[in-house]
């Protein structure tokens, strides 16, 4: 980092702290609070969306602060369930990561069947008993895969979209929400694989993983939006404003429960062949 830097990103930088070193709040307390600031930042930028929308690098650097807020809400369902003596099993983590997939994968599949796209089609025409298959261990990974190409075709539709009445991938029900929904349940799934002993989630993987999550959040904030946000101090200084003082840090007071997402329908036992 150098010391000449723009007036803005000098304010950025000196109104956020790089970590949670602070000993006059809890590790809690200070999740709490940068949380809500990247809430905070997701919703200015969401606001804004037709300005930075031909970015590319900015386009994925939010739709990335999405997911991560998203999945830093599921685990955070975690310890507040911890507190009231409620703890999710791995049996409801598992059914909600596989209905989710395989909600995307359809997806998928059915835009490559309509586009002829024969290799897209048959790599992701995946039933139940293909996910039940996989080794939980690597079930987050190809539900991770998912993910990642349904994001790579909604980004590309969205970034230039195909001529007037071409098949759509949206059309077929693959929406930033249903991406940002199954990186949650992603999040929550590799959680709990982590916690092999036990028949819930262990709140210690839940913990790791919830700081995981905050040093990816630090970096994308600082690495990505922070220095493409300086592209648009003359085109769109509302914006560039608004952003700054998103980035502020407050002091939450209290501890908010994060939303949980509702939970899927038990997925049916599948007896081996």
Not at 133 to 152: G, M, N, T, V, Y
């Amino acid at each position: 980092m150098t010391t000449k830097k723009s007036a803005l990103l000098t304010k950025i930088l000196v109104a956020v702290p790089a970590s949670f070193d602070h000993p006059a709040i809890t590790m809690e307390k200070r999740q709490d609070d940068k949380l809500g600031m990247a809430q905070t930042v997701q919703n200015v930028c969401a606001s804004h969306r037709s300005l930075w929308a031909s970015l590319i690098g900015f386009k994925r650097g939010s739709d990335k602060l999405s997911g991560l807020i998203a999945s830093i809400g599921a685990l955070a369902q975690i310890q507040d369930s911890a507190r009231d003596g409620i703890m999710p099993t791995k049996e409801q983590i598992n059914t909600d990561l596989i209905t989710q997939a395989l909600l995307v994968a359809g997806a998928l599949c059915a835009y490559g069947t309509e586009t002829a796209d024969l290799q897209l089609s048959e790599a992701y025409d995946l039933n139940l008993t293909d996910f039940i298959a996989i080794r939980e261990s690597l079930r987050d990974d190809k539900a991770q895969a998912i993910h990642d190409k349904a994001r790579e075709l909604l980004d590309a539709e969205q970034t230039s979209p195909p001529p007037a009445g071409a098949p759509l991938v949206s059309d077929h029900g693959l929406t930033d929400a249903a991406l940002i929904l199954l990186q949650a349940r992603i999040a929550l799934y590799s959680a709990a694989v982590q916690s092999p002993r036990t028949a819930t989630i262990d709140i210690t993987a839940a913990t790791t993983a919830l700081k995981e999550l905050f040093v990816q959040v630090d970096a994308l904030l600082s690495k990505i939006l922070d220095k493409l946000i300086l592209q648009f101090q003359t085109s769109a200084p509302d914006f560039v404003t608004k952003y700054t003082a998103a980035r502020l840090i407050m002091d939450s007071g209290s501890r908010a429960k994060a939303p949980i997402p509702p939970p899927s329908p038990p997925v049916p036992p599948v007896t081996p062949a």
